[in-house]
């Protein structure tokens, strides 16, 4: 399947759960763990975009998106911290 449906599936399920709301509450729960794996999957992205000049690269996968996702900076600090002294 193409990456760009995928993607833009994606985004159109997560405008319309914030939109209308998630009435149940493991929809709700599923639903914000979205949200924050998409804001994580953002904050690698562009953390790679500037990174790239000093020589940083963080791997986009489920694990690290998570990891930002749920602890935001910090979590991407540590993440850069961790692939600073074991590379």
């Not at 997560?14 to 599923?30: D, E, H, M, Q, T």
């Not at 639903?31 to 999957?41: E, M, P, T, Y």
Request: hydrophobic share 65%.
């Amino acid at each position: 399947m193409n990456p760009a449906v995928i993607i833009t599936s994606m985004v159109v399920l997560i405008a319309l759960l914030l939109v209308l709301g998630a009435p149940i509450k493991p929809l709700r729960f599923v639903a914000q763990g979205s949200v924050k794996l998409v804001i994580g999957v953002l904050f690698l992205f562009f953390f790679n975009v500037f990174g790239a000049s000093i020589g940083l690269h963080l791997p986009i996968n489920i694990y690290t998106a998570l990891i930002t996702g749920f602890l935001g900076i910090p979590g991407l600090a540590s993440l850069a911290a961790i692939h600073l002294f074991i590379f």
